[in-house]
Nanobody, 126 residues
């Protein structure tokens, strides 16, 4: 059974930073793209960013709303993906989910991801 375990959420003031982590099995980490999605109360789950398998190989993609503020990286030795979130805004408040799927067109669609973590809450106060 594939397990994705997120951590790092919390409460932060606007303008602050947080780093989320997602640990997967080595097999999942090396063979899958790892994505981050978020879901705010009353809203649909939306794509945040993703990194190609095996820690990226230089391939990343981000939603326009977080481009330049969020950075995804991978640690192959730890089978962990990180998302550094800087310059946080109140509208970034959401439950953030880690997901694993295939890299390629459609990576931004939640329906294309095969495995999901349980999520971690990020709250940005104004």
């Amino acid at each position: 059974q594939v397990q994705l375990v997120e951590s790092g959420g919390g409460l932060v003031q606007a303008g602050g930073s947080l780093r989320l982590s997602c640990t997967a099995s080595p097999r999942t980490f090396s063979s899958s793209a790892m994505g981050w999605f978020r879901q705010a109360p009353g809203k649909e789950r939306e794509f945040v960013g993703a990194i190609a398998g095996s820690g990226g190989r230089g391939l990343e993609t981000y939603a326009e709303s977080v481009e330049g503020r969020f950075t995804i990286s991978g640690d192959t030795a730890q089978s962990t993906v990180y998302m550094q979130m800087n310059s946080l805004k109140p509208e970034d408040t959401a439950v953030y989910f880690c997901a694993a799927g295939a890299w390629g067109p459609g990576i931004e669609r939640a329906s294309n991801m095969n495995y999901w973590g349980k999520g971690t809450l990020v709250t940005v106060s104004s």
